[in-house]
C-alpha cells in the first residue's frame, strides 16, 4: 500500500541553522508533492508544490527537492528562526482529479534561540 | 486563497451522543473534504462533500457514522453519530485551491473534540 514516512521524531535546531526535513514514500508516483505547516491547535497551511518534473523549487527561505528515483523529498529552511517551530507535513497527489491527496505524520521542528 | 471557519473549534461530549460541526467557506467551491487528526497521526480523509449528490466515503468510513451535508457551495456539515473515545480527534475541512496551483488544500482551523 502507499506510505509516506517523515522523520517521527522531533527536530531541534539552533537558530540561524538550516533544517532540513524528509519524506520518503513507497508504492507511489505522485504527480505532485506538497510541503505544509501545521501549528498546535491549527489547520495545516500550504507552503510550496514541486511536481514530478522539478527537480527543486524555492520560496523565499525555503527549498524542496524532489528526486523521483529515490522516492525522495528534502525540504530546507535556510537561517531558521524560532517562529520556524511547527510541525511540517508532505503529501503525495497523483495524475488524475479523482486521486486523493496522502499526507505524512508530520515532522516536529523547533528552533532553539 | 479561500478562508474557512468551523465551528466549534472544540468540545467536550458524552458517549452516545452526536456533534455536528459547521464548515463556512468565504468563497464558492465544487468540493470539500473532511479531514481527522488523531494524535500524533496524519490526515486521514473521511469523505469528499459535493454540492447536490452524496458524499463519498472513504473505506473504513461510513454515512451512519459520519454524515454528512452539503446544502450550498459554501458550507458544509459534519456529524460524528454516537460517539465513543475513539472519535476523539481533530477534524479538519477542506477545499482545493483554485488557479495555478490546483492540487493545494486550505485548511479549516480544525475542531478538536474529546469524548468522554
Known amino acids: 500500500s502507499q506510505k509516506i514516512e517523515q522523520n517521527s521524531e522531533a527536530l531541534n535546531i539552533q537558530e540561524g541553522k538550516t533544517a532540513t526535513l524528509t519524506c520518503n514514500y513507497t508504492?507511489?508516483?505522485?504527480?505532485?508533492l506538497q510541503w505544509y505547516r501545521q501549528d498546535p491547535g491549527r489547520g495545516p497551511v500550504f507552503l510550496l508544490l514541486i511536481r514530478e518534473n522539478e527537480k527543486e523549487k524555492r520560496k523565499e527561505r525555503l527549498k524542496v527537492t524532489f528526486d523521483t528515483t529515490l522516492k525522495q523529498s528534502l525540504f530546507h529552511i535556510t537561517a531558521s528562526q524560532p517562529a520556524d517551530s511547527a510541525t511540517y507535513l508532505c503529501?503525495?497527489?497523483?495524475?488524475?482529479?479523482?486521486?486523493?491527496?496522502?499526507f505524512g505524520s508530520g515532522t516536529r521542528l523547533s528552533i532553539r534561540p | 486563497s479561500a478562508v474557512i471557519s468551523q465551528k466549534p473549534s472544540r468540545d467536550i461530549c458524552q458517549r452516545g451522543t452526536s456533534l455536528t460541526i459547521q464548515c463556512q467557506v468565504d468563497s464558492q467551491v465544487t468540493m470539500m473534504f473532511w479531514y481527522r487528526q488523531q494524535p500524533g497521526q496524519s490526515l486521514t480523509l473521511i469523505a469528499t462533500?459535493?454540492?447536490?449528490?452524496?458524499?463519498?466515503?472513504e473505506s473504513g468510513f461510513v454515512i451512519d457514522k459520519f454524515p454528512i451535508s452539503r446544502p450550498n457551495l459554501t458550507f458544509s456539515t459534519l456529524t460524528v453519530s454516537n460517539m465513543s473515545p475513539e472519535d476523539s480527534s481533530i477534524y479538519l475541512c477542506?477545499?482545493?485551491?483554485?488557479?495555478?496551483?490546483?492540487?493545494?488544500?486550505?485548511f479549516g482551523p480544525g475542531t478538536r473534540l474529546t469524548v468522554l
Open positions: 503529501a503525495l497527489d497523483g495524475y488524475s482529479s479523482a486521486s486523493k491527496i496522502i
Open positions: 477542506s477545499v482545493e485551491a483554485t488557479g495555478t496551483d490546483t492540487d493545494t488544500q486550505y
Open positions: 462533500a459535493n454540492q447536490g449528490s452524496e458524499a463519498t466515503y
Open positions: 508504492n507511489y508516483s505522485p504527480a505532485y
